[in-house]
């Protein structure tokens, strides 16, 4: 069974609509990539799968719920932004811990998590430390602990490493596909940059206009695009 699946999902905004019937099931497990250029759609339907954003008509199911109507803390999802807010006045433990705590789950059970998620993330030496005295990679790494210590059905990640430069993109990207080959976690990976489409996906969805153009393994698409918009998209030869 799909663990997430959509069913002619639209948004309207103001009378204009700008998502217009989107389908996809996402398997127990894929990592998926929405890719398209800006404007096109990919962090209001990522929203609308959190439940930070309304839907205007259709239908999202996550595991064996439809959560059209749940607010995002019911979705059993966890969302890391581009720019990751984290609290400058807790350490990298606390901000880790932070919506465990406010869900009341016991003091030993949050410091496990968290010590688990840091283990992964090789955040040890810093849980202790405040954001203000990490690089940027490890803001980011900090932000996925957050998402990780909750133990989530699915991940949603809204461009993460656009903030960072380009040497320390190359190596998160390597880094969160590591960590999605070890939890196995079901991801929705929103890019507008082709290389990361290319090199994290075990699914790519191209996305144009508020509509899915093309939805296949990364060499398919590049191999066989549908059109020439996906062909100058995915940077194969049309
Ligand atoms: P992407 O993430 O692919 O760059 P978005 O999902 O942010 O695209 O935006 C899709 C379309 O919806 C754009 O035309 C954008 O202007 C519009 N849009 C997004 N959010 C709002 C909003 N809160 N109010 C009105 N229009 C919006
Ligand atoms: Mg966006």
């Known amino acids: 069974m799909a663990d997430v699946a959509i069913r002619d999902l639209r948004k309207t905004y103001g009378g204009l609509e700008v998502i217009h019937g989107v389908d996809l099931d996402i398997p127990d497990g894929q990592f998926v990539v929405?890719?398209?250029?800006?404007g096109c759609g990919k962090s209001t339907l990522l929203r609308m799968i959190a439940g930070l954003e309304g839907i205007t008509s259709g239908q999202i199911r996550i595991g064996d719920r439809v959560v059209n109507n749940l607010p995002p803390s019911e979705r059993d999802i966890a969302m890391v932004f581009?720019?990751?807010?984290?609290y400058p006045h807790k350490t990298v433990a606390a901000n880790m811990g932070f919506a465990l705590k406010m869900a009341r789950m016991p003091k030993e059970e949050i410091a496990?998590?968290?010590?688990?998620?840091?283990?992964i993330l090789g955040l040890v030496p810093y849980l202790n430390r405040y954001p203000r005295a990490l690089s940027g990679g490890q803001r980011q790494r900090v932000a996925m602990g957050r998402a990780i210590v909750r133990d989530p059905k699915v991940f949603l990640f809204d461009e993460p490493l656009s903030n960072l430069d380009a040497k320390l993109r190359v190596q998160m990207r390597t880094e969160i596909r590591a960590l999605h080959?070890?939890?196995k976690t079901t991801t929705v990976y929103v890019t507008h940059d082709q290389i990361e489409a290319m090199t994290m996906a075990d699914r790519i969805v191209v996305m144009r206009d508020?509509?899915?153009v093309q939805a296949g393994?990364?060499?398919?698409?590049?191999d066989r695009p549908?059109?020439?918009?996906?062909a100058g998209?995915?940077?194969?030869?049309a």
């Open 181 to 183: 080959l070890r939890l």
């Open 82 to 86: 581009q720019n990751y807010a984290l």
């Open 217 to 222: 393994a990364p060499l398919d698409l590049y």
């Open 210 to 212: 508020g509509h899915i």
């Open 233 to 237: 998209f995915i940077g194969s030869p």
């Open 226 to 230: 549908v059109n020439t918009f996906v």
């Open 112 to 119: 496990q998590r968290v010590g688990r998620a840091a283990d």
């Open 34 to 38: 929405l890719v398209g250029p800006s």
